[in-house]
């Protein structure tokens, strides 16, 4: 399955979006948004600054333990530049977390026209530690790898899928964000990678993952070798009774060329499940195919709350690739 398919088939379990961010919204849709002002690329050995632009904040009410779904979408196009496009959301109130994901897009003049006009998925879980409010805002990070400042145009949607997400025998998410550090793609790397039980009367569940690929250097100074080819697999497997089903393997493939540096990667699959068989096993496997070793990117440390330079205070962590698993 490609991006733009994977991304399609989730939608589907989003819901309706609405115009508007009015109090209280549980979905909201923006823009489009002509972002101007986007930092140039700084001189060497300075730290980059990247704009910070809140772009839609969405709310619902929570018990202790319940199990919230967020989706969203970020479409960029209309660039004058090559600029850093990341879809940042921040959940915060009765539960928090953090996800970033993202890439650069290219400008609209560029003969590559799948890189002209991107749209970055960014779903996960959160879970509440307390009753009340959680409220999320999608937040647009962007940045010119230019030597001067740059305009795009934004416009996406913000949604909880859904506020009452079924979890693990525990009750607990079935969820995995990958931690700081960027994990190697030189031949194949196995993560995010999820093992869980059921309770029982699951009968079927949604398997997805967003993984965040990063292009590796050139070897040599001059070499010809500019780009970054990468398998990205997501399988499911279930066990515990006499007949139980493997999800259809989702795959997809990407090039990540210099320049686009690195790309967000949707994936999406489905497992029924048959009785007796409560016990999930998911992962994603990356495999480089050729160009330049890549990476799977971990958690990023050191955003910027607001517009500013990386590692400035205030600051905080958001996960980036991630696997998590939705019963129904």
């Given amino acids: 399955m490609n991006r733009s398919a994977a991304a399609a088939v989730v939608l589907a379990l989003a819901g309706t979006a609405v115009a508007g961010t009015p109090a209280g919204a549980s979905a909201a849709e923006f823009g489009p948004v002509v972002v101007t002002g986007v930092p140039r690329a700084p001189e060497s050995g300075v730290k980059p600054v990247q704009k910070v632009v809140p772009l839609a904040t969405v709310e619902t009410q929570l018990a202790a333990g319940a199990i919230a779904y967020v989706y969203s979408e970020l479409r960029a196009y209309d660039a004058d530049q090559v600029n850093l ?16 994901l993202g890439e650069n897009v ?7 026209p799948a890189r002209r006009d991107i749209t970055i998925v960014n779903r996960f879980l959160v879970t509440a530690s307390r009753s009340g409010t959680l409220s999320c805002t999608l937040y647009l990070r962007t940045a010119s790898t230019s030597t001067s400042e740059a305009r795009e145009t934004v416009e996406g949607s913000l949604r909880f899928a859904s506020a009452a ?17 960027n994990l190697p793609v030189t031949t194949t790397t196995v993560a995010p990678s999820i093992t869980a039980t059921l309770p029982a009367g699951t009968r079927e569940l949604a398997v997805i993952a967003d993984v965040e690929y990063h292009r590796g250097a050139e070897p040599t100074p001059d070499s010809k070798i500019h780009y970054s080819t990468a398998r990205f697999t997501l399988t499911a497997t279930t066990a515990g009774g006499p007949d139980c089903a493997s999800a259809p393997v989702a795959q997809t493939e990407e090039t990540v060329p210099r320049g686009v540096n690195h790309a967000a990667v949707p994936l999406y699959t489905k497992v029924p499940i048959n009785p007796g068989c409560t016990r999930v096993s998911a992962k994603v496997t990356t495999t480089h195919l050729g160009g330049n070793p890549g990476s799977v990117g971990g958690a990023a440390p ?7 330079r990386t590692g400035s205070l205030p600051n905080h962590t958001s996960a980036m690739t991630h696997l998590f698993v939705v019963p129904s």
Wanted: charged residues 20%; glycine residues 18%; hydrophobic residues 30%.
């Fill in 85 to 100: 496009i990341d879809n940042e959301i921040r959940c915060t109130g009765a539960g928090a977390e953090n996800v970033v």
């Fill in 106 to 112: 290219l400008p609209s003049d560029h003969p590559d």
């Fill in 165 to 181: 997400i079924g979890g693990d025998l525990t009750g607990a998410a079935v969820q995995q964000l990958l931690p700081e550090g």
């Fill in 302 to 308: 050191g955003l910027t709350d607001e517009t500013g």
